[in-house]
């Protein structure tokens, strides 16, 4: 209790000097700082992840597989991340900025959630093999991210300034190797222990607004942003390797069920300059 009085002591103090310098009229702070040709800072954020999914029509399943548990539904529930950046900005004008912000996205996972027609054993550890009509997959991320986009920002208002970006991300899922491998099972056993294999890499587009705000030694923003991914992460036949039991893979409705996979993240960040 102590230590959360503190620490929320502590954000309101902080909160209290920022506002006071930036909204006490007078000289702007740091008048020559968009000026300088590049400037390095740092950036935290949350992400809030979710995907663009598309399942199969009437979950109707690809010729020669005959799934053993009818699935009435398939749907995925967005999930918390934690990234940070390290900011690395190239002032090319007055009112342009290049900005290239490499950085990790932890614990970015994907949830899963597949309605059954029927009650089925629940692989997932800690459910000690209940019946259950609703069985949840998740597919554990943790990305490297080398987002690279433009920065079009207004006049400055003494102290701050408002600003839109748009550009790209390529990404580099640190879990891919885990991601591609496929459970030793009972091949008579349920199919349903499967999980998802996905690509090691994540391709795009994103856009977004945010907020500077100039102090008397640094430079503060708050961004947000939306990315939308343009490939279907999941991994095609060829991408697999584990080619033993790729036929037992195949046939599991974890995954005849599903079309494709793209990503879909919302982020809001804290600069500092």
């Known amino acids: 209790m102590r230590q959360s ?24 702070n740091l008048e020559v700082y968009d000026k300088q040709l590049f400037h390095p800072g740092f ?12 399942t199969r029509i009437n979950y109707e399943y690809p010729d020669n ?17 934690f990234n940070v950046g390290i900011v690395a900005n190239l002032r090319l004008g007055r009112y342009f900025d290049l900005r290239f912000i490499p950085g990790f996205s932890i614990a970015h996972d994907i949830d899963l959630y597949y309605k059954f027609a029927t009650e089925v054993i629940d692989p997932n550890p800690g459910k000690n093999g209940v019946l259950t009509d609703l069985v ?8 490297i991210n080398f987002p690279l986009f433009i920065k079009f920002k207004s006049s400055r208002m003494h102290n701050v300034r408002i600003y839109v970006i748009g550009g790209g991300q390529f990404s580099l899922n640190m879990m891919s190797a885990k ?4 459970p030793i099972y009972d091949i008579d056993g349920p199919k349903i222990e499967i999980i998802p ?7 795009q587009v994103l856009g977004g607004f945010g907020l500077d705000f100039y102090t008397t030694y640094f430079k503060f923003s708050t961004e947000f942003k939306v990315s939308f991914g343009v490939i279907n992460l999941l991994e095609s036949k060829n991408g697999i390797k584990d080619k033993e039991r790729i036929d037992f ?3 599991s409705p974890i995954v ?5 996979l793209k990503s879909k993240t919302f982020t809001i960040s804290f600069i500092f300059e």
Request: hydrophobic content about 40%; overall charge positive; glycine content about 4%.
């Open 5 to 28: 009085i503190l620490l929320f002591s502590f954000i309101f103090l902080f909160s209290v000097n920022i506002s006071a310098q930036i909204f006490t009229f007078g000289v702007p």
């Open 256 to 260: 005849t069920g599903i079309k494709s």
């Open 249 to 251: 893979y195949q046939n």
């Open 43 to 54: 950036s935290l954020g949350i992400d809030i992840v979710d995907i663009n999914l598309k």
């Open 197 to 203: 294999i996905i690509k090691p890499y994540d391709v």
């Open 179 to 182: 991601n591609n491998k496929i």
């Open 65 to 81: 597989i005959s799934p053993d548990y009818e699935i009435t539904q398939i749907y995925s529930k967005s999930t918390p991340a």
């Open 136 to 143: 949840i997959r998740k597919i554990e991320c943790h990305y």
